[in-house]
């Protein structure tokens, strides 16, 4: 059994500024999604990219994943609470974002992006979708340093306490987190899209992956104590999880199948 380090939540004080470790760690996800986006734009001479698209592309992104993931918070978690207090949507400092509202903010960014440059947007979601695991990696290290979403309690041996919490042995759900949707995505996603795939097929195989991830990481993760569990005995991430999986089967079908017509 291990016990959670405690860690300041706070990075770096520069006079009256506090860095926070989960905005730093936002920081350098998006950091490392340029440099390894650029990386593969080299690897790739005569594309269609450019690092001018990608950082466009970017930017997009970051605007869709903190609009996305806030306003998914609130709807998906806490709508009553903000419909009285509406105002307290824009109060970011306490905290709130839901991936799954994230994830459909940078879907929407990214159609933007596609009708501004005319270009095809799964072909675009196809570039984007393995570079996501590094932010969400990044994201989920930034919950570990802050003690958040922490595990239900368990006897396994490599059970943490969160002393922020109670004395109970953990999961160290925000880990699994980080090995599932961010280094063991990484790897898949790398993996299948080094080799030329149908339209639609990287991005198809990117939700069904992180869907499955999550759905099988909720059960180790301590539902939120204003939901608890829902119907079937499953929580709002895994409620929020089937939907990607099914679009995700049905892209991925769908981009074969297409594939096999052309070539007929």
Request: glycine share 10%; proline share 6%.
């Amino acid at each position: 059994m291990f016990i959670h380090p405690q860690f300041d939540p706070v990075a770096l004080h520069l006079g009256p500024l506090a860095i926070r470790w989960y905005g730093l760690m936002y920081l350098i996800g998006f950091s490392l999604v340029w440099w390894i986006g650029r990386r593969r734009i080299a690897a790739r001479p005569g594309g269609v990219w450019s690092e001018k698209d990608l950082s466009d592309a970017l930017f997009y992104g970051i605007l869709g994943t903190i609009i996305g993931g806030r306003l998914g918070y609130v709807l998906f978690y806490k709508a009553g609470e903000y419909l009285a207090e509406p105002w307290r949507i824009f109060f970011v400092w306490e905290g709130g974002m839901s991936f799954h509202g994230g994830m459909i903010g940078v879907i929407l960014a990214m159609w933007l992006f596609a009708r501004t440059r005319k270009q095809d947007w799964l072909a675009i979601t196809d570039f984007i979708a393995p570079l996501v695991p590094i932010g969400l990696a990044t994201g989920r290290l930034g919950n570990f340093i802050n003690a958040e979403l922490w595990g239900r309690p368990t006897n396994v041996p490599w059970a943490m306490v969160f002393p922020n919490v109670d004395t109970l042995p953990r999961h160290p759900s925000q880990l699994y987190e980080f090995a599932l949707e961010g280094v063991a995505l990484f790897v898949i996603l790398w993996w299948f899209s080094s080799k030329p795939r149908p339209r639609g097929a990287v991005s198809g195989l990117f939700l069904i992956c992180y869907g499955c991830f999550r759905f099988a990481v909720e059960f180790t993760r301590q539902p939120d104590s204003f939901l608890g569990v829902l119907a079937l005995g499953l929580t709002m991430g895994q409620w929020l999880s089937l939907p990607m999986i099914i679009l995700g089967v049905v892209l991925l079908a769908r981009a074969y199948r297409q594939e096999e017509r052309r070539a007929a």
